[in-house]
């Protein structure tokens, strides 16, 4: 007998996790106050952009950046964001050191996100780091979204 199993790759947008493709992924809680999270949501169909929301923090656990849907709203670490060019979007610790690189391919039937970043949690834990051409991600986690964050949740992201 011949199983099949749904896939949950998108027809559209994917990003590249754990050298596996996902529509989008959470890492960290989202609803978080204060702590560390990293959100790679679903992007609709139609749109040629990623939406990056997070809060980033230094290897001690401090606030350097917090992103909301792929804006700075929060920038206490001097962060400095390149503009977008050529699907890259780059944004630099105030040293110059580049934080998070987020790099979007078009193909013929949709786009490929790769990012790129070492980031930790408020405690000092490694929670992603580039590996290859994929993302790793260590601990809590959800790979794999469904349904876009704002839309499966009574509170979006906060800006």
């Not at 790759?9 to 960290?28: E, K, M, Q, R």
């Not at 051409?133 to 964050?149: E, H, M, Q, W």
Request: glycine share 8%; net charge negative; hydrophobic share 35%.
């Amino acid at each position: 007998m011949i199983r099949y199993q749904e896939s949950t790759i998108s027809a559209y947008h994917n990003y590249l996790v754990n050298d596996t493709l996902t529509p989008g992924f959470s890492v960290g809680d989202p609803d978080s106050q204060e702590g560390f999270f990293f959100l790679a949501d679903m992007v609709q169909s139609g749109e040629p952009a990623p939406r990056i929301s997070a809060r980033i923090l230094d290897d001690h656990g401090v606030p350097l950046v917090e992103l909301s849907e792929n804006e700075i709203r929060k920038n206490s670490g001097g962060c400095i964001r390149q503009p977008p060019s050529g699907g890259e979007s780059l944004i630099l610790l105030f040293s110059g050191a580049p934080l998070l690189e987020v790099n979007t391919r078009s193909f013929a039937n949709g786009y490929l996100t790769i990012i790129k970043a070492k980031l930790f949690d408020e405690n000092g834990e490694l929670r992603m780091e580039s590996q290859g051409k994929s993302i790793r991600v260590y601990g809590d986690a959800n790979l794999t979204l469904c349904t876009p964050f704002a839309s499966s949740h009574k509170s979006s992201p906060p800006k």
